[in-house]
């Protein structure tokens, strides 16, 4: 079973702020890494596929980049709007998610 | 419009047994694989459950292996969670999903 480690687990940023969340996974998955961006009730909204690639519509303050094992998300300037859980998900062999990383305005 | 309508959930007691269902709509279902992700309250996502597009191979995680089963209905645009002997630890929202297109969930809780 491939394993998702995401980092951290919640921050406090303030708007404007750029914001990096990592993921490790426990082995090579090349580029088959999705991000989702999920509000309090509800399902998650898919950002970034491929690993880098922003999904039709996303804001482009949204980025991911990445290969093998070690992957990075980042929001550029962080928005009111950005407040929400995210998380990493591979899917190389079947599907496994980051813990996720709370994303709070400070 | 692309959608996926799940259905089925609710209360049950520990030991029983519930059927998820979950429609789709506005793709070509039968191309996709489909899977079942679950969310205890206020925790992470987990993966539950894949079934692929001619419904051949089936893939679940460890803690439902023997007690869940996943199917699909390429007929009726519809994949299935069967849930027996539920634990309290399977209190979620179950979602099913392909991707980038996710249903509203839901909630199964189990308790006595």
């Known amino acids: 079973d491939i394993q998702m480690t995401q980092s951290p687990s919640s921050l406090s940023a303030s708007v404007g702020d750029r914001v990096t969340i990592t993921c490790q996974a426990s082995q090579d998955i090349s580029n088959y890494l999705n991000w989702y961006q999920q509000k309090p009730g509800k399902a998650p909204k898919l950002l970034i596929y491929n690993a880098s690639n922003l999904k039709t519509g996303v804001p482009s303050r949204f980025s991911g980049s990445g290969s093998g094992t070690d992957f990075t998300f980042t929001i550029s300037s962080l928005q009111p709007e950005d407040i929400a859980t995210y998380y990493c998900?591979?899917?190389?062999?079947?599907?496994?998610f980051g813990g996720g990383t709370k994303v709070e305005i400070k | 419009e692309v959608q996926l309508v799940e259905s089925g959930g609710g209360l049950v007691q520990p030991g029983g047994s519930l059927r998820l269902s979950c429609a789709a709509s506005g793709f070509t279902f039968s191309s996709y694989w489909m899977s079942w992700v679950r969310q205890a309250p206020g925790k992470g996502l987990e993966w539950v459950a894949n079934i692929k597009e001619d419904g051949s191979e089936k893939y679940y995680v460890d803690s439902v292996k023997g007690r869940f089963t996943i199917s699909r209905d390429n007929a009726k645009n519809s994949v299935y969670l069967q849930m027996n002997s539920l634990r309290a630890e399977d209190t979620s929202v179950y979602y099913c999903?392909?991707?980038?297109?996710w249903g509203q969930g839901t909630l199964v809780t189990v308790s006595s």
């Open positions: 998900q591979q899917y190389k062999n079947l599907l496994t």
């Open positions: 999903a392909h991707s980038s297109i």
